[in-house]
């Protein structure tokens, strides 16, 4: 038989092989979030392909992830269950699950030695795979029968085709190959790391990186939706090829997947405007809140984000003003009391579609929260959904937050002395904005922490209270990146004395949207009051000054990656180009907790 003919041949037997599957395998619709254990099992979080409907069956396939795109199947066994539905919720919803601990295979690296065999990094079949990644895990699979399995119910008398179970392993194995023989990026955002793949990577890697190499992350915000013309085939594995729309998520992808630095980055905080609920302005806007919130988020976590690697172990998010509609906040006289017709819908939209897979101190009607991250502190605050309406009688005085959230703050202070520590929320807390600084009133026109400023003096006060120098504001809703420092003092204090107990410096660090798209949406340098220098009551009845540094501007759309390093931080920002070593920046990150 000559090349030609057995290549037909092949190609008839592929062909008679797909015809006789019954069975169709897919990957979720979102990447598989994980947490840590409890109670004997993982919990888990991903949705399914809404157009698919409900699966008859979910396979975990264990797998070894071994850098980029490099996955292969381990040589263990293949888990079958029946898919049982959520009690409520539709295919694409979130859907929270859990596996237990033990179906997972051990790690891969331990101590830095393989525990399970497999290619060595210089295998010719994966080309350019990093040395320093390997990871045991599941991959999460969906089974559906194939429309020719329901029409053969008339061959069987309107019964069901039943498959024995030979016939089914068979059916299951065959639309595994057809899947696994895709590229990766259409299936590996259904792989979920073994839960002790972290702790042993990270091991190892602390036997070759300084002791002083803290928690990395990433920082973004502000993703306008692509629209119908922003298609852009190949991003996955080019990030070039990208259109504008995609362009930071589609280079966050590779940074994360396929640099060393980004190999590093555990975390990806989102600082708002996850979503534009109101992408339109109101134009066209949909009137129901299927359509503006849960399609929306499902959109955003079904596009590149989903290709995070699984490096990426967590992703946290802050809701802001476009999750709900532009610049939202409580006014006299609107309906539902006030807060408008979106506003609880948005805000059980944007606790149902929250990243975590365990369990999360809250619900809707608190979405600050905190939580311990490689060595560091976060507090995530909700900047837009606990506000007073403003009016000229109540400008100095309005909350942006509860007194339960200032509070909570304060005891988070209290609990997170000696870590480096972060406050991430959608609204710029510092610099303030000029026409604040010129005109105190003028706050009444600012959408960012100045426009209340009693809140803002709360949450400089505590900083101040608990002398915590070296925290870092977080903050993403100006379309604009760059950062200030500043130093809190005492109005009567020395100013030759410049000790931890008299001077506090924090930063401030926002990052610039995703996608930005229309120009007069992003806040210009020039309205960014710094340097500057302000007043205020302190909480203990002192006067207290805060100083503010010139802001170093980064214009542009893109991420930011911050990186604690003995006692800095280092930050670059990403922007369209190649990648630079040296950091844009670097903050001091001295802490000094001791209590007045």
């Known amino acids: 038989m000559n090349a030609v003919a057995r290549r037909w041949s092949i190609r008839?037997?592929?062909?008679?092989?797909?015809?006789?599957?019954?069975?169709?395998?897919?990957?979720?619709?979102?990447?598989?979030?994980?947490?840590?254990?409890?109670?004997?099992?993982?919990?888990?979080?991903?949705?399914?392909?809404?157009?698919?409907?409900?699966?008859h069956w979910l396979v975990w396939v264990p797998m070894r992830w071994r850098g980029d795109w490099a996955y292969e199947r381990l040589s263990l066994p293949w888990r079958l269950e029946d898919f049982v539905p959520p009690g409520q919720g539709q295919p694409g919803a979130p859907w929270r699950f859990s596996m237990p601990v033990e179906a997972f295979p051990a790690p891969a690296i331990v101590a830095g030695e393989s525990l399970l065999p497999g290619p060595e990094p210089d295998d010719e079949r994966f080309p350019g795979m990093p040395r320093d990644v390997e990871m045991n895990g599941l991959l999460l699979v969906a089974l559906y029968l194939e429309p020719r399995a329901l029409a053969m119910e008339g061959e069987h008398y309107g019964v069901m085709h039943r498959l024995g179970e030979d016939e089914l392993r068979l059916q299951v194995e065959g639309a595994l190959d057809q899947l696994l023989s895709e590229p990766a990026h259409r299936w590996a955002h259904g792989f979920v790391p073994s839960p002790d793949e972290r702790d042993a990577s990270a091991a190892s890697a602390r036997t070759e990186a300084s002791a002083e190499e803290g928690v990395c992350f990433a920082l973004a915000a502000c993703?306008?939706?692509?629209?119908?013309?922003?298609?852009?085939?190949?991003?996955?594995?080019?990030?070039?090829?990208?259109?504008?729309?995609?362009?930071?998520?589609?280079?966050?992808?590779?940074?994360?997947?396929?640099?060393?630095?980004?190999?590093?980055?555990?975390?990806?905080?989102?600082?708002?405007?996850?979503?534009?609920?109101?992408?339109?302005?109101?134009?066209?806007?949909?009137r129901s809140g299927v359509e503006r919130y849960a399609r929306g988020y499902g959109e955003f976590k079904g596009g590149p984000a989903r290709l995070l690697p699984p490096t990426v172990a967590r992703v946290v998010h802050a809701a802001d003003d476009h999750e709900i509609v532009d610049n939202w906040e409580p006014s006299p006289g609107a309906s539902h009391?006030?807060?408008?017709?979106?506003?609880?819908?948005?805000?059980?939209?944007?606790?149902?579609?929250?990243?975590?897979?365990?369990?999360?101190?809250?619900?809707?009607?608190?979405?600050?929260?905190?939580?311990?991250?490689?060595?560091?502190?976060?507090?995530i605050a909700d900047a837009r959904c606990e506000r007073e309406a403003r009016r000229v009688a109540n400008w100095s005085s309005a909350r942006m937050w509860s007194t339960a959230q200032r509070d909570a703050f304060g005891d988070w202070l209290a609990r997170s002395a000696g870590r480096p520590r972060f406050v991430m929320s959608g609204s710029l807390p510092l610099p303030r904005k000029r026409?604040?600084?010129?005109?105190?009133?003028?706050?009444?026109?600012?959408?960012?922490?100045?426009?209340?400023?009693?809140?803002?003096?709360?949450?400089?006060?505590?900083?101040?209270?608990?002398?915590?120098?070296?925290?870092?504001?977080?903050s993403g809703d100006e379309h604009r990146s760059g950062?200030?420092?500043?130093?809190?003092?005492?109005?009567d204090g020395d100013p030759a004395r410049d000790v931890a107990r008299d001077v506090v410096r924090v930063h401030s660090v926002h990052s610039s949207a995703l996608y930005a798209p229309w120009p007069f949406a992003i806040t210009a340098a020039e309205e960014l009051a710094a340097p500057d220098v302000f007043e205020f009551d302190g909480p203990d009845g002192e006067r207290l000054r805060c100083v503010v540094s010139e802001w170093t501007d980064r214009p542009g759309d893109g991420f930011t990656v911050l990186r604690v390093r003995g006692d800095e931080i280092e930050l670059w920002f990403d922007r369209a180009g190649p990648e630079a070593e040296a950091p844009d920046g670097v903050l001091a990150c001295v802490a000094c907790d001791t209590a007045p």
Not at 457 to 466: C, Y
């Open 223 to 286: 993703q306008y939706p692509p629209g119908m013309l922003d298609v852009s085939p190949g991003w996955e594995l080019d990030a070039s090829q990208a259109g504008p729309a995609l362009a930071a998520m589609a280079r966050l992808h590779r940074f994360t997947r396929s640099t060393a630095r980004g190999r590093d980055c555990s975390l990806v905080l989102f600082a708002g405007d996850q979503i534009y609920a109101d992408a339109s302005g109101g134009m066209a806007d949909s």
């Open 435 to 474: 026409m604040t600084a010129e005109h105190a009133s003028s706050c009444l026109r600012s959408d960012a922490w100045d426009g209340y400023p009693h809140s803002l003096h709360e949450l400089l006060g505590a900083v101040w209270r608990h002398r915590a120098s070296g925290l870092v504001f977080l």
């Open 12 to 55: 008839a037997a592929q062909r008679a092989a797909v015809n006789a599957l019954l069975i169709g395998a897919q990957a979720p619709g979102h990447r598989v979030e994980h947490a840590a254990p409890e109670h004997g099992r993982v919990p888990l979080l991903s949705a399914l392909r809404p157009e698919r409907g409900w699966p």
């Open 483 to 491: 950062w200030v420092s500043a130093k809190i003092s005492r109005v």
């Open 337 to 379: 009391g006030g807060l408008g017709p979106w506003f609880e819908v948005a805000r059980q939209a944007a606790w149902d579609h929250r990243w975590e897979a365990g369990p999360r101190v809250g619900g809707p009607h608190l979405l600050w929260h905190d939580f311990a991250w490689h060595g560091a502190s976060f507090f």
